[in-house]
């Protein structure tokens, strides 16, 4: 059964552009979160997709936006890209949303420098 | 609001136990989690305990919980240099939101 599939790996961006990161979960799976990594903040929510809707968001500015498809898979996109937005942004698959111990799996992460 | 909190690095030789700590918040926590990141990885799933249990067994791991503290601990049993990597701990709330909420990771760095 294939993991949870991140494209691209690394990619870099220069300030002021804009970046969409894309997401295939587990297959079965039909919750889809995405989380910041960075060295100085830890691993911080961004947002969780289910059904195509938005279930639960962090306090990330408006400039970070998701969007999941019919068939589960997501993108994130990151508009008008300043310098601390460089991060490893790990996407997580679960089967379903809004219990606890619904156990979430991870990809192996986007890698974002801002330059 | 929850806060999971965990030491920044650990080191141990290779062949000894090693216990990664960590210490959590929210007392509604139904589910807590071990996560591993090795370099230039994602988070794998290591294991996971249900707040109802004191401990579980996995192989060279097993996980300790003190609801009564709100401490949770892993240990590797004859740690290799292949477990260095960082350890993240989380715990998964039961009421409101239910995302769980990472700790900061601990660096495990095996020495032979």
């Known amino acids: 059964k294939a993991g949870v599939t991140q494209t691209p790996r690394y990619l870099i961006k220069t300030r002021g552009q804009q970046v969409t990161l894309s997401c295939s979960p587990i297959?079965?799976?039909?919750?889809v979160s995405w989380y910041q990594q960075t060295p100085g903040q830890g691993l911080q929510f961004l947002f969780e997709?289910?059904?195509?809707?938005?279930?639960n968001k962090g306090n990330f500015p408006g400039r970070f936006s998701g969007r999941q498809f019919s068939n589960s898979r997501s993108e994130m996109n990151v508009s008008t890209l300043e310098l601390g937005d460089s991060a490893l942004y790990l996407c997580?698959?679960?089967?379903?949303?809004?219990?606890?111990?619904?156990?979430?799996?991870f990809g192996e992460g986007s890698w974002l420098t801002v330059v | 609001g929850e806060d999971v909190e965990q030491s920044l690095f650990l080191s141990v030789r290779e062949g000894d136990s090693s216990v990664i700590n960590c210490t959590y918040t929210d007392s509604s926590s139904t589910y807590l989690y071990w996560y591993k990141q090795e370099p230039g990885a994602g988070l794998q799933l290591l294991t996971y305990?249900?707040?109802?249990?004191d401990m579980k067994q996995d192989q060279r791991l097993t996980v300790l919980l003190n609801k009564k503290d709100k401490h949770l601990s892993l240990r590797i049993a004859d740690t290799q240099t292949g477990d260095s990597a960082i350890y993240f701990c989380a715990e998964s709330p039961s009421g409101g939101s239910y995302i769980p909420t990472f700790g900061r990771g601990t660096s495990l760095i095996v020495h032979p």
């Open positions: 305990i249900f707040s109802n249990m």
């Open positions: 997709y289910f059904s195509e809707t938005q279930r």
């Open positions: 997580a698959s679960s089967l379903s949303s809004g219990f606890s111990g619904n156990t979430i799996y």
């Open positions: 297959s079965g799976h039909r919750s």
